[in-house]
């Protein structure tokens, strides 16, 4: 394919791979086709420079020093929180704590909001086609409770039945938390309206966007979310970090989760007072290099612009779907109307692993497995599949790598 069409949508990916030196690699001898980013995306070079500057020149703890050293890594940490405020376009920036990814975020809504305020016989709506990270923190929670998880079905496409999610809002509903985007199908929720039916049923709603903040413009605002996760390392920044946002009144009324440092305002042996949110739920010295990396890399894609970012990933998503179609054998497993760049499948007669193993020797990384999201695979009849996952830096190339390296899958199980 022509570098014309690689900036179809005014994109210069070539331009823009360069800034991934991961991405410059040969992996058994083949130019890296790396399609494997629902489980990690490459970080570009900024975000590398952000946290080696924070390592060789700025590095000290924040919040406490008086020193330059101090005052500068402080500046940044915060700088970085406000960026993301913009990026999820939150009201301020006490509505944005950082976490260790989006698991931890839910664990922390799940562990504070959760116990704060369920009862026995209280309801928790999640979908059929979640993440691990999105049921069983509730399961807990709802184990602890007595509380109860209800699971909205899927349909064969991979949509959630809308009619039948709705049924599930009812006067015992506290809690409904679903992914804006499913990593193991590619999925993309019509999540404004299900968080506007959960608010009428009077729950909050949680917003899983691990796979959607990397992917698409999001503002937390207007889709009225009440909290929203995502991690860091999934959106071209460091593992360790992630975000959680929660509306000021909602992290107001919570209590903290871990206990420590920067989470207190006054200790006695008698009586902790806490910290105003985001601090209270903040313990200890945090990921300070991972959140100005993160800071990197959301300045980074914002300048790239998340209406291309998304556009480009939906050409790729539409090519790469026409070309696997054409492979004999191979199904698609999630074929939404409204989907994300996920093209899992599976291949009659060729185990996931294999599949995956193959494509290794040819220097193609795809996850192959359950996704952390049995649920669905079960719902699918399949105990896994194979998933090409892509970002704004792959390229029609690539798919053709895959599609190619598929052939020879099959030749070899023929
Ligand atoms: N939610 C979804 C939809 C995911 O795809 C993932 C990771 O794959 C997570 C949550 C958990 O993210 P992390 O492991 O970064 O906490």
Redesign the pocket.
């Known amino acids: 394919m022509s570098a014309r069409i690689e900036t179809a949508v005014g994109l210069d990916v070539g331009r823009i791979r360069e800034d991934f030196p991961a991405l410059r690699q040969t992996v058994h001898g083949h130019p890296l086709v790396y399609l494997d980013n629902?489980?990690?995306s490459q970080k570009p070079r900024a975000v590398l420079d952000a946290i080696m500057r924070f390592y060789e020149r700025d590095c000290a703890n924040v919040h406490r020093g008086v020193h330059q050293l101090s005052e500068r890594s402080t500046a940044a940490y915060e700088g970085a929180r406000e960026t993301v405020r913009q990026f999820l376009n939150a009201a301020a920036p006490a509505e944005i704590v950082y976490t260790?990814?989006?698991?931890?975020?839910?664990n922390l809504v799940a562990q504070t909001y959760g116990r704060a305020n369920l009862r026995a016989g209280d309801e928790i709506v999640v979908s059929g086609l979640?993440?691990?990270?999105?049921i069983v923190p509730w399961q807990m929670l709802a184990a602890e409770k007595g509380a109860i998880l209800r699971v909205a079905p899927i349909d064969d496409r991979g949509e959630i039945v809308p009619e039948e999610y709705r049924k599930m809002l009812g006067p015992r509903t506290r809690i409904v938390a679903l992914?804006?985007?499913?990593?193991?199908l590619g999925t993309i929720n019509p999540v404004r309206e299900m968080i506007a039916q959960a608010h009428a049923a009077g729950a909050v709603a949680l917003i899983?966007?691990?796979?959607?903040a990397p992917h698409m413009p999001v503002d937390v605002q207007d889709l009225d979310c009440d909290f929203y996760?995502?991690?860091?390392?999934?959106a071209f920044g460091p593992?360790g970090i992630?975000v959680l946002f929660g509306k000021a009144s909602l992290l107001d009324a919570m209590p903290p989760w871990q206990g420590g440092g920067d989470m207190i305002r006054s200790v006695t042996f008698e009586k902790t007072t806490f910290n105003d949110p985001p601090y209270k739920f903040e313990a200890g010295t945090p990921h300070i290099a991972g959140a100005i990396g993160l800071g990197a890399a959301i300045d980074y894609v914002t300048t790239i612009g998340l209406d291309r970012v998304a556009a480009w990933e939906h050409e790729l998503l539409v090519y790469g779907t026409e070309a696997l179609e054409r492979v004999p054998g191979l199904r698609l497993i999630g074929t939404a109307r409204r989907k994300a760049a996920v093209l899992s499948f599976v291949l009659e007669g060729v185990h996931p692993h294999d599949i995956a193993t193959i494509l290794d020797g040819q220097g193609i990384a795809i996850r192959a497995g359950h996704?952390?999201?049995q649920p669905i695979m079960e719902r699918f009849g399949l105990t896994a599949t194979s998933r090409a996952s892509l970002a704004f830096y792959n390229t029609y190339r690539e798919i053709d790598a895959l599609v190619e390296g598929l052939g020879k899958v099959r030749e070899i199980f023929e």
């Open positions: 629902a489980a990690t260790r990814g989006a698991t931890e975020s839910i979640e993440h691990h990270s999105n992914a804006q985007v499913s990593n193991a899983d966007g691990a796979q959607a996760a995502f991690s860091g390392h999934k593992t992630g996704h952390c999201a």
